[in-house]
Structure formats: C-alpha cells, structure tokens
C-alpha cells in the first residue's frame, strides 16, 4: 500500500502568515503595485514606492516567505516577482469561517433575547435594543 500523501500546509498557519504579510503598509503597498502593474523587478517597485530597493527587497523576501509572491527569471538575470492568490484564499476562508461562527453565536444569542421579551420581564417598559 503506498504511504499516505503528505498533508497540506496547515490553513491557519498559513493565514497567521498573511496577516502579518498584510500588517505593514509598505508590504500592503508592494501588493498593490503588483496588483495594478503585473510583476515587476524590486527596482521597477522602487522607482514606484517611496522606498529603496534595499527596503523592497526585504519586503518581497518577507511576501514571498508568506506565499503571497513568487520569484521568477527575467531579463538579464533580473528577477521579477509575481503576485500569488491562492494564500489570500486561504486567508479569506480563514476570516468567512470565522464571521460563520460569530454570526452563529449572535443570531443564537438574538433568539434567547427576543424569547426573553416579555412585560414581565422588562417591568420598566424599557426596550433598550
């Protein structure tokens, strides 16, 4: 019987590294750039952002760490990152299933109170809602 497939990175580690990725704004706006502009060169980054190509690179090294870019051979040895989607999926899942969770819990905790309403319980007539 052949070995069981290794498991996929765990989801919410994986989230946990987007969130720090996406914490600082200058990696936010590295993102973008990349977003608007398709992928570029820690120099072409830097002559966009108000930011060395020194500081860039250490961002890029820290996106690409969290799989939110990828590297990849250009022209002349230069390298040119990529934006990558499928860690902010990841993400996103992350965040959905945790509104689920609290919607869940306050449409419980709506029901318990509405059940609750009654004259006699609310002697003041107060309805503070």
């Given at each position: 019987?052949?070995?069981?497939?290794a498991?996929?990175?765990?989801p919410?580690?994986?989230?946990?590294?987007?969130?720090v990725a996406?914490?600082?704004?200058?990696?936010?706006?590295?993102?973008a750039?990349?977003?608007?502009?398709?992928p570029?060169?820690?120099?072409?980054?830097?002559?966009?952002?108000?930011?060395?190509?020194?500081?860039?690179?250490?961002?890029?090294?820290?996106?690409?760490?969290?799989?939110?870019?990828?590297?990849?051979?250009?022209?002349?040895?230069?390298?040119?990152?990529?934006?990558?989607?499928?860690?902010?999926?990841?993400?996103?899942?992350?965040?959905?299933?945790?509104?689920?969770?609290w919607?869940?819990?306050?449409?419980?905790?709506?029901?318990?109170?509405?059940?609750?309403?009654?004259?006699?319980?609310?002697?003041?007539?107060?309805?503070?809602?």
């Amino acid at each position: 019987m052949p070995p069981d497939p290794a498991p996929g990175p765990d989801p919410e580690a994986v989230a946990e590294q987007v969130f720090v990725a996406l914490a600082d704004p200058t990696r936010r706006a590295v993102l973008a750039a990349l977003a608007a502009d398709g992928p570029a060169t820690a120099t072409d980054l830097a002559a966009r952002l108000p930011i060395s190509r020194q500081a860039i690179a250490k961002h890029l090294t820290l996106l690409a760490d969290a799989g939110l870019v990828t590297a990849e051979p250009g022209e002349r040895r230069r390298v040119r990152f990529r934006l990558r989607s499928a860690p902010m999926r990841v993400a996103q899942q992350f965040l959905a299933a945790l509104a689920r969770d609290w919607d869940d819990r306050l449409d419980a905790l709506v029901a318990h109170l509405d059940s609750t309403d009654t004259p006699e319980n609310d002697p003041g007539g107060h309805h503070d809602r």
